[in-house]
T-cell receptor
Framework: GQNIDQPTEMTATEGAIVQINCTYQTSGFNGLFWYQQHAGEAPTFLSYNVLDGLEEKGRFSSFLSRSKGYSYLLLKELQMKDSASYLCAVLDSNYQLIWGAGTKLIIKP | DVKVTQSSRYLVKRTGEKVFLECVQDMDHENMFWYRQDPGLGLRLIYFSYDVKMKEKGDIPEGYSVSREKKERFSLILESASTNQTSMYLC????????????FGEGSRLTVL
């Protein structure tokens, strides 16, 4: 079966750095996506990786290793507004998105 | 600003009632999706549509149907609501090509009593 694993919850301190991991086992791979979802709101697109390596976008970076079935989202200089759930999703061989359950990130002052 | 609008943020219905959830997008997107989101689970795809009058079953279509009569509108129908359909329902759309980048609506939280 297809599976995406990410930690259920993480806690970090304002101003620090946090890394949210995602491992996947899917039938085929056509890209990995990270979304941010604030409580009670819609998910919003953060990043897309299809080749191995690091993609940087401001304070957020996303890394992919296809051979290891592994990705991480790196958040730097954490702000209170970064408190949210972060969803990892993989586009499989049928171009369907397979979603992880999400990681709830709690930022403490 | 691009927008996906869902008709109702909160609904309370009784078991056996027919429920309509409406979704409209203003981005001229071909692809539209209905998901449900439950605590501890990833988003689960109910139905999707790649074109007007076209629909495809997702992973959990049982108990649901959809309608896409116009490109901008995608409706989810619960013919006879049951308590296990209490959930957050999310509509999303995407353009051709980059099908993993979805634009979501705010969600409709449905409670079935």
């Amino acid at each position: 079966g297809q599976n995406i694993d990410q930690p259920t919850e993480m806690t970090a301190t304002e101003g620090a750095i946090v890394q949210i991991n995602c491992t996947y086992q899917t039938s085929g791979f056509n890209g990995l996506f990270w979304y941010q979802q604030h409580a009670g709101e819609a998910p919003t697109f953060l990043s897309y990786n299809v080749l191995d390596g690091l993609e940087e976008k401001g304070r957020f970076s996303s890394f992919l290793s296809r051979s290891k079935g592994y990705s991480y989202l790196l958040l730097k200089e954490l702000q209170m507004k970064d408190s949210a759930s972060y969803l990892c999703a993989v586009l499989d061989s049928n171009y369907q998105l397979i979603w992880g359950a999400g990681t709830k990130l709690i930022i403490k002052p | 600003d691009v927008k996906v609008t869902q008709s109702s943020r909160y609904l309370v219905k009784r078991t056996g009632e027919k429920v309509f959830l409406e979704c409209v997008q203003d981005m001229d997107h071909e692809n539209m999706f209905w998901y449900r989101q439950d605590p501890g689970l990833g988003l689960r795809l109910i139905y999707f549509s790649y074109d007007v009058k076209m629909k495809e079953k997702g992973d959990i279509p049982e108990g649901y149907s959809v309608s896409r009569e116009k490109k901008e509108r995608f409706s989810l129908i619960l013919e006879s609501a049951s308590t296990n359909q209490t959930s957050m329902y999310l509509c999303a759309s995407s353009g051709t090509g980059h099908t993993g980048e979805l634009f979501f609506g705010e969600g409709s939280r449905l409670t079935v009593l």
